[in-house]
């Protein structure tokens, strides 16, 4: 599939066949592209965690549920895998400390960019994936033994559509209001 194809088809996906589950073997090319990812001074500022047993699957399930049982995934049960994404300490070049007074100022950003790559090779195996927000940062620390204070920044779904064939609907803010040449 051409590149932008891929861009264009591929959609956060909140219904999962739960009777489908994705191999290691696809899990690992997954992780791959997010091993492969820039980061600010290549710092790969990041911890993939995968998560594919039954077991810690129903601990993850819990953990994305926050306060007043809020979450952003009330179809997570049906999912097969997901990745959980830790950021790291960054090792950062001298130059980025002095002026930011921060080694973390591009690890989110960086943390995100691995993550949309993922979403793109797991489009082009033919899965499908949502990426959620929220977390109990807490129970991910209890249940996964993240250690205390390392920010879980997103976590990954993955599996396959319930149905592939559902439209692809793209909202997106149109071109002039988001890009111009050269002044703001
Ligand atoms: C940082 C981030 C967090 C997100 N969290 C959730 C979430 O918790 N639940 C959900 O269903 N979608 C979540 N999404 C998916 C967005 O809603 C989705 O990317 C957006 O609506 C655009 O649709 P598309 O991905 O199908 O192109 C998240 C996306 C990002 C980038």
Known sequence: MDFLEIMRTRR???AFDPEKSVSREDLL???EAGRLSPSGCNSQPWKFIVVDSPEAKEKLCDAIVVEKGM???PWRHQVSAF???VEQSANVMPSVVAHYHDTQRFAPGDIGIACMNMCHEAHSLGLATCMIGM???AKMEEYFGIPQGKDVRLVLAIGYAADSSAPVNKVRKPLEEVCSFNHW
């Open 12 to 14: 956060s996906c909140r």
């Open 29 to 31: 090319k997954i992780v």
């Open 71 to 73: 979450t952003g995934a």
């Open 83 to 85: 990745i959980i994404f």
């Open 135 to 137: 977390n109990d940062q």
